[in-house]
C-alpha cells in the first residue's frame, strides 16, 4: 500500500492527515522496534518470525477483481501504542492532553 523512506521525518503523514509523525508507533513495534529504514507497507498480515526476509515477486497472472484493480487512497496511519491502550498518535498529542505531570517538573528542576 505504500513504500516509505526512512529518513523522512513525516512518512507517516498522508493527503489527509498532514501531522509530522514516523511510522513507528508510540513505543516501537512490539518484539521489534523502531523503523528507521526504507519500509513497504502491506495489507493484511505476513505469516513467521518477526524479522524473516520476505520475498516479494510478480503475480503469475493478471488480478481483474474490482477490488485488486481500484486504487489504493490511505487516509490515516493508526501510529498509537501496540502495547496497552494506545489513545495518543504522537508524543506531542499526549502531552497537550495529559498536561504538566511530576515527571515533568522534576525534569525541568
Given at each position: 500500500?505504500?513504500?516509505?523512506?526512512?529518513?523522512?521525518?513525516?512518512?507517516?503523514?498522508?493527503?489527509?492527515?498532514?501531522?509530522?509523525?514516523?511510522?513507528?508507533?508510540?513505543?516501537?513495534?512490539?518484539?521489534?522496534?523502531?523503523?528507521n529504514n526504507d519500509y513497504i507497507m502491506l495489507k493484511g498480515?505476513?505469516?513467521?518470525?518477526?524479522?524473516?526476509?520476505?520475498?516479494?515477486?510478480?503475480?503469475?497472472?493478471?488480478?481483474?477483481?474490482?477490488?485488486?484493480?481500484?486504487?489504493?487512497?490511505?487516509?490515516?496511519?493508526?501510529?498509537?501504542?501496540?502495547?496497552?491502550?494506545?489513545?495518543?498518535?504522537?508524543?506531542?498529542?499526549?502531552?497537550?492532553?495529559?498536561?504538566?505531570?511530576?515527571?515533568?517538573?522534576?525534569?525541568?528542576?
Amino acid at each position: 500500500y505504500r513504500i516509505g523512506r526512512g529518513d523522512d521525518a513525516g512518512n507517516a503523514s498522508t493527503e489527509f492527515d498532514v501531522s509530522k509523525k514516523t511510522i513507528t508507533p508510540m513505543g516501537g513495534f512490539v518484539r521489534y522496534g523502531e523503523i528507521n529504514n526504507d519500509y513497504i507497507m502491506l495489507k493484511g498480515s505476513v505469516p513467521g518470525v518477526k524479522k524473516r526476509v520476505v520475498t516479494l515477486r510478480k503475480s503469475m497472472f493478471v488480478h481483474t477483481s474490482r477490488r485488486s484493480t481500484e486504487k489504493v487512497e490511505l487516509k490515516w496511519i493508526d501510529t498509537s501504542s501496540k502495547f496497552g491502550h494506545g489513545a495518543y498518535q504522537t508524543p506531542a498529542e499526549k502531552k497537550q492532553f495529559m498536561g504538566t505531570l511530576k515527571k515533568d517538573l522534576e525534569r525541568s528542576a
